[in-house]
């Protein structure tokens, strides 16, 4: 049977977040139903998610929750302690609500979706060359395994590309990415994954 979740964020619905967490599911797994809730920031997942949590269990028939945010920009100062604070408050609203906290998952990305996006070095510079139709001399992006604690991902896409607009852009970028390298550097997105394969249908992820 094939299983239903949910999946808050705390980006916009149909926001460049949303259009990449999609994407991956697409390739990883083929038989899973997903419904998406969008918050304009943070501070509206932290008030409004335990009870849009009720709502996937309750009327979307979700068989799990998933909760995902980035790590910045609210946590600039002490942000694994106070991103600490930030889960424990969260979970305490879902368990306020009498939520079952097995069927739901909390996942914060370090530092924010961008960082999927440089984990894989080669993925901004591959884009930029297919969408310009450059030549394969670019010069190499400062990405990779030495960026993944910069706390301004955008701005090292941006500076490269000249312009970046996360809703058209993010999704064309993780597309160039090699995802094993993008899971081996980044643990959120391990976990992401981890989500996605525990809650397919198939039993098994389609890609490796």
């Known amino acids: 049977m094939t299983k239903k979740v949910g999946i808050i964020i705390e980006a ?12 991956l599911i697409e390739q990883y797994c083929k038989n899973i139903n997903v419904v998406f809730i969008g918050n304009r920031n943070k501070n509206d997942l932290f008030n409004d998610s335990p009870e849009q949590c009720v709502g996937l269990f309750e009327f979307d028939n979700c068989d799990e929750v998933l909760i995902i945010y980035d790590l910045k920009p609210r946590f600039d100062t ?53 969408k310009h139709k450059l030549t394969a ?4 992006f400062n990405g990779g395994k030495k960026q993944l604690y910069n706390p301004k991902p955008k701005d090292l896409i941006e500076i490269y590309l000249s312009e970046y607009n996360p809703t058209t852009t993010a999704l064309e970028i993780i597309k160039q990415a090699d995802l094993n390298t993008v899971g081996r550097l980044c643990s959120s997105f391990a976990e992401y994954k981890n989500f996605i394969n525990k809650n397919c249908s198939d039993g098994q992820l389609t890609k490796v």
């Open 137 to 140: 001399t670019q010069p190499s």
């Open 12 to 23: 916009p619905k149909d926001s460049g977040d949303q259009k990449v967490f999609a994407w």
């Open 78 to 130: 002490k942000s694994n302690r106070a991103n600490l604070n930030f889960q424990n408050e969260l979970t305490a609203k879902l368990q306020i609500k009498g939520l079952d906290m097995q069927k739901i998952t909390i996942i914060c990305i370090k530092q924010m979706l961008e960082t999927w996006l440089i984990a894989d070095e080669n993925a901004v510079r591959n884009y930029k060359i297919k």
